[in-house]
Nanobody, 129 residues
Framework: QVQLVESGGGSVQSGGSLRLSCSVS???????MAWFREVPGKEREGIAA???????FYADSVKGRFTISLEIYRDSLFLQMNNLHPNDTATYYC????????????????????????WGKGTQVTISS
């Protein structure tokens, strides 16, 4: 069973940085892994993803500011967030699919909520102006 545990959230001022971590267990690293965020009243948004072949996907809202990375030997997925804005305030979730060793990298599959099968419980990020 895949288990995901996020950490690293907190409160920072606008322009600051945070690094989120996701501790991963039970996953074979042969599909898509992603970071999502959710604001109350809005749909959960896929903001960064990494495919097993190394292809990266970013939402336009975070491109150039956020970086997703995977360290398999540490069983960890990271999200480095720089130049944070107040509208980045959200609960951030780590997610994976079940594994798809033959599936090519596709943005929709790797960044859509329906493409993910396992979720962490989330970590809160609050950005003050």
């Amino acid at each position: 069973q895949v288990q995901l545990v996020e950490s690293g959230g907190g409160s920072v001022q606008s322009g600051g940085s945070l690094r989120l971590s996701c501790s991963v267990s039970g996953y074979s690293y042969n599909g898509c892994m992603a970071w999502f965020r959710e604001v109350p009243g809005k749909e959960r948004e896929g903001i960064a993803a990494i495919h097993r072949d190394g292809t990266l996907f970013y939402a336009d809202s975070v491109k150039g500011r956020f970086t997703i990375s995977l360290e398999i030997y540490r069983d960890s997925l990271f999200l480095q967030m720089n130049n944070l804005h107040p509208n980045d305030t959200a609960t951030y979730y780590c997610a994976t699919d079940r594994g798809a060793p033959y599936a090519p990298p596709r943005r929709l599959r790797c960044t859509s909520e329906s493409g993910m099968n396992y979720w962490g419980k989330g970590t809160q990020v609050t950005i003050s102006s």
